[in-house]
């Protein structure tokens, strides 16, 4: 029984001789930090928004008897709504965009063709419905776009009546877009417009008067600056 407790008591003195060799342990492992995972802006969704800038441009007259003007400048402003849609699939984004601006584009020529009394053109609506092809850098967006454009074609000359059509076209340009808030993004582009010639009656453009009265051409074309902010909805 003795040497039961000897052997007890040896190996309890030895374990605390083992312990005292040991070192002493570490403060607690803090746990690793919280990093957040930065969020790339997804530019999918449906928005609205609102644009406005500058136009300039060229008109030319033509007719038969009296000849061509020659290109004279047009110039003016514009404002609207934009309705649009994005699909992004990667860093690219495809998408469509509609426009329908109120335009007070205007020029006056008083070439000899105009047999001095003055030929003016004016504008003053202008829409248009184009796709979009762009690359994203996060919450930038840079885009190429092109597709048709509608607007108002309005020719006098003289003070005659105005003489006034819907004539189509085509547009094409390119923009630039940043999205400054979850919701929000701003815009700058370039448009130009090239419309389909009109036909102005000796009514309104006097084509060939005295001699022989003929229907004028008009053409017009456009190179819009403007700027937009837009609201998309979604994420």
Same mark, same amino acid.
């Given at each position: 029984?003795?040497?039961?407790?000897?052997?007890a008591?040896?190996?309890f #003195?030895?374990g605390?001789?083992?312990?005292?060799?040991?070192?002493?342990?570490?403060?607690?492992v803090? *746990? *690793?930090? @919280?990093v *957040?995972?930065a969020?790339?802006y997804?530019?999918?969704? &449906? @928005?609205?928004? #609102?644009?406005?800038?500058?136009?300039f441009?060229n008109s030319n007259?033509?007719?038969?008897?009296?000849?061509?003007?020659g290109n004279?400048?047009?110039d003016?402003?514009?404002?609207?709504? $934009?309705v649009? #849609?994005?699909?992004?699939m990667?860093a690219?984004?495809?998408?469509i965009?509609?426009?329908?601006?109120w335009?007070g584009?205007?020029g006056?020529?008083?070439?000899?063709s105009c047999a001095? &009394?003055?030929?003016?053109?004016?504008? +003053?609506?202008?829409a248009? /419905?184009?796709?979009r092809?762009?690359?994203?850098?996060?919450?930038?967006? &840079?885009y190429?776009?092109?597709?048709? #454009?509608?607007?108002?074609?309005?020719?006098s000359a003289?003070?005659?009546?105005?003489?006034s059509?819907t004539?189509?076209?085509? $547009?094409?340009?390119?923009?630039?877009e @940043?999205a400054?808030? *979850?919701n929000?993004?701003?815009?700058?582009?370039y448009?130009f /417009?090239?419309?389909?010639?009109?036909?102005c009656?000796?009514?309104?453009?006097?084509?060939?008067?005295p001699?022989?009265?003929?229907a004028?051409t /008009?053409s017009?074309?456009?190179?819009?600056?403007r700027g937009g902010? +837009?609201?998309? &909805?979604?994420?």
């Amino acid at each position: 029984m003795k040497r039961l407790v000897y052997a007890a008591v040896l190996s309890f #003195a030895a374990g605390q001789a083992f312990a005292a060799d040991l070192p002493m342990p570490g403060p607690p492992v803090p *746990p *690793p930090a @919280y990093v *957040p995972i930065a969020t790339v802006y997804n530019w999918t969704g &449906f @928005y609205i928004g #609102a644009n406005g800038g500058g136009a300039f441009g060229n008109s030319n007259w033509t007719d038969p008897i009296d000849g061509p003007t020659g290109n004279f400048t047009v110039d003016g402003f514009l404002f609207g709504g $934009t309705v649009g #849609a994005n699909y992004q699939m990667g860093a690219f984004v495809l998408g469509i965009e509609g426009d329908a601006d109120w335009a007070g584009i205007d020029g006056t020529t008083f070439n000899a063709s105009c047999a001095g &009394f003055g030929c003016e053109t004016k504008s +003053n609506w202008l829409a248009t /419905v184009r796709g979009r092809v762009g690359y994203a850098w996060d919450r930038v967006l &840079f885009y190429g776009t092109a597709g048709g #454009a509608f607007a108002n074609v309005q020719a006098s000359a003289g003070g005659l009546p105005f003489y006034s059509a819907t004539q189509a076209g085509w $547009t094409a340009g390119a923009g630039l877009e @940043y999205a400054f808030a *979850p919701n929000w993004t701003a815009k700058v582009e370039y448009l130009f /417009v090239d419309l389909a010639d009109a036909s102005c009656p000796v009514g309104n453009c006097g084509g060939g008067l005295p001699i022989a009265p003929v229907a004028t051409t /008009v053409s017009l074309n456009q190179n819009i600056i403007r700027g937009g902010i +837009n609201f998309k &909805f979604g994420w």
